[in-house]
C-alpha cells in the first residue's frame, strides 16, 4: 500500500495555501539586495512589533526553561477586563489559524457542512476538508459578501458558518445590522465562527456581544498577527458563551502557544498608543493607495483592513513585473481571483513606491 493509501482522506484534499514569499527567497531568486526589498504581501504591519510587546518578549525569554500557564490565565484575564466578559470566555490560540483548526476537531466531521463565501480565508476550506466535512461556497456578489445568500446555503447538514469582516483577500465589509440579521437568523444546529482578524482598523466595529449574552451560537476570532504586530509569535484568540469555550477548549493541547508569545501578547494589548498610530497610519495610507489606484484607471475593493484588492488584469504577469522591482504583493489566483492582487498598505515611502512602480508596469 502507498502512503497516500494509508492517510486519511481529508489530509489528500487538502489545498495547498500559498504564503507571501519571504524577502530572503525573492533577493535569491532575482540577485536583488534584500534590504531593497519591499514586502505587500502577507498584511503584516509595516510598523514593526508592539514596542511594549518586544520589550515583554525580552523579559519572557529569561523565563523560557519553564513551561508556559496552561491556562493562560494572565492573557485571559486581560481579555476578559478589556472585554467586560468572564474569563470562561476566553480561549489562546496558536494564531487565529489553530482556532480555526481547534472548531473543526469539535464541531466538523464527515457528513456535515461548513459554509463560506468564495475566495475567503483558504483555511475555512482547508479545516473543513482536513475533518472530512463538505465545504459549501457561496459566491460573491460584485465582490460583496450576500448574508443572505450565505443564510440560504445551510441545511440540516450545516455546522459551521464561516464568515470574516473585514474579509481576506477580498477586504469586503458586512454591516452591523446584516452580521446581527444572520446570527439571529442561524437555526439551532448551526455556529456562526466570526474572523474578526482586521476588526481593529475599522472606523466602526461590530460589537458581537449583545449577541453572545443573547445566548446566540456565535464565536468571535480576534488576532494579534495583524494590528499588534506580532505575526511571527502566532497568538490569537476567540471569544463566545462558556459552553462553547468549554467544548473548544477540550480540542486544545495543553501549553499550545509559546511563554513569549503571551507575554508579548498580554503587553501589546496595553499598548493603546502604538495600535491607534497603526490604525490612524493604515487609514491613510489606505486612502493613499486607493487614490494612486483610482489615477492608474484601476477598479479596487474599497476595503476595511490593512490592504487592498486591485485589478490589474494579468495578476501573474502585474505580479512577476512588481516583484521584478523589488515589491512582493500576492496575487490572488488560487482565490479564483486572476485578475486581481491584494497588496498590504505600507509606510508612506512603501506607498509611494509601489504606486510609482505600479505605473510603470500598467502602461507597459
Ligand atoms: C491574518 C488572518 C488571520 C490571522 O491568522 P493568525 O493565525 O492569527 O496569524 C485570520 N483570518 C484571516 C481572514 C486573516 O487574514
Known sequence: MTF???ANKGILTQPVYE?????DQVARELGLDPAGIVKLASNE??????????????????EMNLYPDGGYYALRQKLAAKWSLGLDQFIIGDGSNELLELLGHAFLAPGVEGVMHQSSFIVYKLVTLMFGATPVEVPLVNMQQDLKSLAAAITPRTRLVFLASPSNPVGAVNSAAEITALVRGLPPHVILVLDEA???YLDEVFDLRPLIAEGRK???LRTFSKIYGLAALRVGYGYAAPELI???QRARQPFNVNGIAVAAAGAALDDHEFVEKCRRENAAGRTFLGDGFKRLGLAFVPGGGNFLLVKVGDGAAVFAALQSRGLITRPVKPYGLPEWLRITVGTRAQNERLLAALAEVIRV
Open 198 to 200: 482586521y476588526a481593529e
Open 218 to 220: 456565535v464565536i468571535g
Open 4 to 6: 497516500a493509501e494509508l
Open 246 to 248: 468549554a467544548i473548544v
Open 45 to 62: 504591519n509595516p510598523f514593526g512589533p508592539s514596542p511594549k510587546a518586544m520589550a515583554a518578549a525580552e523579559r519572557a525569554v529569561r
Open 19 to 23: 504564503p507571501g514569499k519571504p524577502i
